[in-house]
């Protein structure tokens, strides 16, 4: 079981469709623990557990790797294949450190997803 120990992500989910199937969140990587002691966030943070709750609820865990630095200690990711299934998520994550502990959820942001078009039909070609 995880414990809790990270203090709450400074999470500002910047969360927008990107694709069809994609989320693209960013967010503020905490630095300090629950009890005020620094936390180094490049050398402390292991993954990101990420849920999106819906018409279809998904959840992945995100290794640090796998995320893009952004400017002033912010992170991005760009979650594909998501989903395929339309309709408003309620999306939120948790940081989980080197030790395994885990925060609690970030604030939740609200993204929708928009189903695509369907294929145009009787393509052909005329005289």
Known sequence: MIEKGIVVLALALLAAP????????SWGDPTTRTDGTALD???????????CEGPENVERIVD????????????????????QTSGMYDCKMSAVDTRDLE?????????????LPEAPTNFRRDQ
Do not use: C
């Open 18 to 25: 990107v694709f069809a199937h994609d989320f693209l969140f």
């Open 41 to 51: 966030p490049e050398t402390e943070i292991k993954s990101y557990r990420m849920r």
């Open 64 to 83: 640090r790797a796998a995320t893009t630095a952004l400017p002033e200690v912010r992170r991005q990711y760009n979650w594909t294949d998501a989903t």
């Open 103 to 115: 925060s609690d959820w970030s604030n939740i942001e609200s993204v929708p997803k928009f189903a």
